[in-house]
Every structure is written in structure tokens, then in C-alpha cells.
């Protein structure tokens, strides 16, 4: 089987509106430049998304509600596809 080649490059994420897609903590830093501690305290005070439990041991969070952040659109009533 031929290995798969990403369509879209990290980069480019800003142009896909409200993908639905779950981003692990090294990814979720570099677009949000918040560390872990900020993101944790940011999401017990309700002013950053809460993160899903995807394992055991794992957790990530929507990448819609990363971008809606981003764009100062989230809170914590937000769903994706309104602003």
C-alpha cells in the first residue's frame, strides 16, 4: 500500500473554516503559543475550550474551537458553525 500524502499543510489550516479535526498538545501550543499551565488554567477559568479525553491516557482538543479561540469567537457556550 502506497503511503498517504497530506492534501493540506499545517500552514494552511487558517484558510479551512472550523475544521473539525482533534489536535494533541504539541500542536495545540504552536497554535495557540500557550503552555500547558497557561491552557489549563485558561480552561478551569471557561476562556479556553475544554479538552477531550481521546484514551487512557490522552487527551486533544477540536481544532474548530482552537480556531474560534484564535479568532476571539469562542466561549463556552460556542458550537461549531455559528460566530
Not at 474548530?64 to 466561549?75: F, K
Request: glycine share 8%; proline share 4%.
Amino acid at each position: 500500500m502506497a503511503a498517504m500524502q497530506s492534501i493540506i499543510q499545517k500552514e494552511e489550516l487558517k484558510y479551512v473554516p472550523d475544521l473539525d479535526r482533534m489536535v494533541r498538545e504539541a500542536e495545540c501550543k504552536y497554535l495557540t503559543g500557550l503552555s500547558h499551565s497557561g491552557r489549563w488554567k485558561a480552561e478551569k477559568e471557561g476562556r479556553f475550550p475544554k479538552r477531550v479525553k481521546i484514551g487512557l491516557a490522552s487527551v486533544a482538543w477540536r481544532l474548530s474551537e482552537i480556531q474560534a479561540w484564535i479568532r476571539g469567537e469562542w466561549h463556552p457556550n460556542w458550537k461549531s458553525g455559528q460566530a
